[in-house]
């Protein structure tokens, strides 16, 4: 039997910045410490804080009114909805908020994007040689690839709000500085694809379309990027939220002349690039299927804010 060591170990920055907080509190005399669900998915963390006299609760009513005065209760890592803080306000119970800044920055995201009336995001995270580490190694870096996407339909779900959250991608290959949207892929296929910055666009152009997805060329004007094989995508970007209206506008041309399907999109990397982009529909988009039948139907308004 081969025993191999793993190149790191222990909890993530999020987790250990929560299980040290409790640690934290109960160094401080005066305090009941409660967590709000386990603080960790680790039995001897739990069974050592709960020797200290830490008690894991469900739901804040757990805390006899009684008691509230002198007790503080812990938010764990991944967060809780917003109805759950109000409730402690409401109720004036102590809380300590130990929820992940990745995680905050994510809730908030979603947020603005239900605030500026938004029904959902495909998220299109960048898939290329700057994302990952030169030894490919599936199931960590796809676990990372995909962490973003996990989080913000985590946090999509507890928002109570009926928002959609896709998994798209932003690929792009060795040797190119070319991107390509892909909609309509999910877990399974990454997981089971192998590395797909090595195939260029003829045999990326086959692999997604042997799968039902569609491929469209991202930002096509900027500079350093060339247009591609025209046979090799069903689509392009006509409209970038991080591209000026004149390369726009060119990309705009270049796809009613080829006869190609359009998009929009945010190009969404920082607060300044919320909303916008993307399309406005008549149906509500619940999965990928409607998805890609709304965008190879090319039934719907473009989102441009210049």
Request: aromatic share 10%; net charge neutral; proline share 3%.
């Amino acid at each position: 039997m081969t025993i191999k060591c793993a190149d790191s170990a222990g909890f993530c920055f999020g987790v250990k910045r929560a299980v040290d907080t409790v640690y934290d509190l109960l160094a401080k005399e005066n305090h009941k410490v409660y967590t709000l669900g386990p603080i960790i998915h680790n039995e001897q963390v739990v069974e050592d804080l709960a020797s200290q006299g830490v008690q894991v609760i469900e739901h804040p009513d757990e805390i006899a009114k009684e008691d509230r005065s002198q007790a503080i209760l812990v938010i764990r890592s991944h967060g809780v909805p917003e109805s759950v803080i109000h409730t402690l306000k409401e109720k004036k119970i102590p809380f300590e908020d130990a929820t992940c800044p990745f995680v905050k920055k994510i809730h908030k995201n979603v947020a603005e994007y239900i605030e500026k009336g938004y029904d959902g995001i495909v998220v299109t995270d960048h898939y290329s040689p700057m994302t990952f580490e030169p030894n490919w190694c599936p199931q960590k870096q796809i676990d990372f690839y995909l962490s973003g996407y996990r989080r913000m339909k985590a946090e999509a779900e507890k928002s109570g709000k009926d928002f959609t959250v896709l998994l798209g991608m932003e690929l792009r290959h060795y040797g190119t500085a070319n991107d390509y949207l892909i909609y309509g892929i999910d877990e399974e296929f990454l997981y089971s694809a192998g590395n797909l910055m090595k195939p260029w666009e003829k045999k990326m152009y086959s692999l997604c379309h042997s799968k039902g997805f569609l491929v469209f060329q991202a930002h096509p004007f900027r500079a350093g990027i060339r247009r591609c094989d025209e046979h090799y995508i069903d689509g392009i970007e006509i409209y970038n939220g991080k591209t000026n209206e004149k390369l726009n506008k060119k990309a705009e041309v270049w796809a009613r002349e080829s006869g190609k399907l359009m998009c929009s999109g945010s190009d969404f990397h920082t607060k300044a690039h919320t909303a916008r982009g993307g399309i406005i529909t008549k149906e509500k988009i619940n999965n990928n299927c409607d998805l890609l039948r709304v965008l190879k139907s090319q039934n719907f308004e473009m989102i441009k804010t210049y």
